[in-house]
């Protein structure tokens, strides 16, 4: 499987964007997807994911309602709406997938064994 994230660029503080990662796999039902951010100097951290049935988790602290993962199996799509951006939000961000993986597990970076070449988020203030 290949992945492309696209719909990174400079918003204002309180924003919104929308992030996109086109899976190219004719099975892409069967994966797991997450997407993931790096901020400057930082390490990688999770954001969210969602199986294959639209079921869906999310990084608490990172998120606190503001971002939405969701997917389009038939499209072979996987999104995430990012509402309300502050600075801090500020990254590249990641999609990733896993097949047949398990949601309760996918939080972490080694659960994924494809990565898209990330997508820049600059949120001024």
């Known amino acids: 499987v290949q992945l492309q994230a696209s719909g990174g660029g400079l918003v204002q503080a309180g924003g919104s964007l929308r992030l996109s990662c086109a899976a190219s796999v004719r099975t892409f039902g069967d994966y797991v997807m997450g997407w993931f951010r790096q901020a400057p100097g930082k390490e990688r951290e999770f954001v969210a994911a969602i199986n294959r049935l639209g079921v869906t988790t999310y990084d608490a602290d990172t998120v606190k309602g503001r971002f939405t993962i969701s997917r389009d199996n038939a499209k072979n799509m996987v999104s995430l709406q990012m509402n309300s951006l502050k600075p801090e939000d500020t990254a590249v961000y990641y999609c990733?997938?896993?097949?047949?993986?398990?949601?309760?597990?996918?939080?972490?970076?080694?659960?994924?064994?494809?990565w898209g070449q990330g997508t820049l988020v600059t949120v001024s203030s």
């Open positions: 990733a997938a896993r097949r047949y993986g398990r949601l309760s597990t996918a939080t972490a970076e080694d659960y994924y064994d494809t």
